[in-house]
């Protein structure tokens, strides 16, 4: 049977898993490119004009040294704190059933609605010497309001929510039968928890830790008021970033700006190939 030629075949246009694919796309790309790309481009572009010499005094000042050290230090910190607690507040909220769950449930999402500067407000009068939690603290000798320990609260704060709604989708999809299988086959509470549960949870553990650094490393509002903003003891590179605008010193502003980008790509590209690694490692990826 002679060969159907190509131009006698009829072709049908397969349709799209979504429609108008490639307009999407565009809209998609264009609008990444104006909110995201451009203005990093711009950023990146005004760092190279100050040239090498310049970039470098001014990016490695010591002011600017310790405030990157406060910065990211604190970040870091709170980060693994929420993510210490955040999982039991997850596995809590998510596997059992209370009176006052929903009420705890909702409460957690309140740093998210909460404006920054009233979180910082509230934050500083309570951990003040004379607030209600740092009445108690100072006969012992502690102090969080003006100091870095304050940042780290604050820190804590605004990050948790996004451990803990990271994890709890995770956490309810989690068979009960393959803890009961676990304990059938002898293993302790401690062996289900090292060797199940863990294992199970841990890239969204790890991405949770993303989102709460990424969030902690740029926080501001709900920091300045409570951090006492001292140079070389508690001021944050955000708020030095703000000082050198208001100075007009827009080639140090950009500076700070451009190392505060590049530590932030390297920590989260190096969570992303972590989070890449453990998903293979544990067949939780697709």
């Known amino acids: 049977m002679p060969a159907v030629p190509a131009f006698g075949r009829r072709h049908f246009r397969r349709p799209s898993v979504i429609p108008g694919f490639g307009m999407t796309l565009g809209f ?34 010591p002011r600017t040294l310790h ?25 809590v909220l998510t596997r059992y059933r209370f009176p ?6 909702a409460m957690v999402d309140l740093p998210f609605a909460l404006p ?4 910082g407000i509230s934050l ?18 502690i102090k969080v309001a ?13 990050g948790l929510p996004f451990v803990v709604r990271t994890l709890q989708p995770v ?27 863990l294992p199970s949870l841990t890239p969204a553990i790890l991405t949770g830790f993303a989102l709460a ?29 703000v000082i050198r605008l208001e100075e007009f010193n827009y080639a140090g502003a950009t500076a700070v700006a451009a190392i505060m980008l590049a530590i932030s790509f390297a920590m989260l590209l190096a969570i992303n190939l972590i989070q890449a690694w453990s998903r293979r490692r544990f067949g939780h990826g697709s």
């Not at 405030?67 to 596995?91: D, K, Q, R, T, Y």
């Not at 920054?116 to 979180?119: I, L």
């Not at 003006?146 to 605004?158: D, E, Y």
């Open 28 to 61: 998609a790309l264009t609008y990444l490119a104006l909110i995201v790309l451009i203005p990093l481009a711009g950023l990146l572009w005004r760092s190279a004009a100050l040239g090498w010499s310049d970039f470098w005094r001014l990016a490695f000042d």
């Open 100 to 105: 006052g769950r929903r009420v705890l449930d």
């Open 116 to 119: 920054t500067a009233v979180a």
């Open 213 to 241: 650094l990424a969030r902690a490393v740029g926080e501001y509002g709900s920091v300045i008021f409570i951090a006492g903003n001292i140079p070389f003891v508690s001021e944050i590179a955000p708020l030095l970033i």
């Open 146 to 158: 003006f100091t870095p320990l304050g940042i780290v609260v604050a820190l804590i704060f605004i």
């Open 124 to 141: 500083a009068a309570l951990y003040a010497p004379n607030g209600w939690i740092g009445s108690l603290l100072a006969p012992l000798g």
């Open 171 to 197: 956490v309810a999809e989690i068979d009960r039968e393959i803890e009961e299988a676990a304990a059938t086959l002898g293993a302790s509470r401690r062996q289900t928890l090292a060797r199940v549960i």
């Open 67 to 91: 405030a990157l050290e406060v910065s990211f230090g604190a970040a870091l910190l709170a980060a693994c704190i929420n993510v210490l607690f955040g999982v039991p507040v997850a596995w």
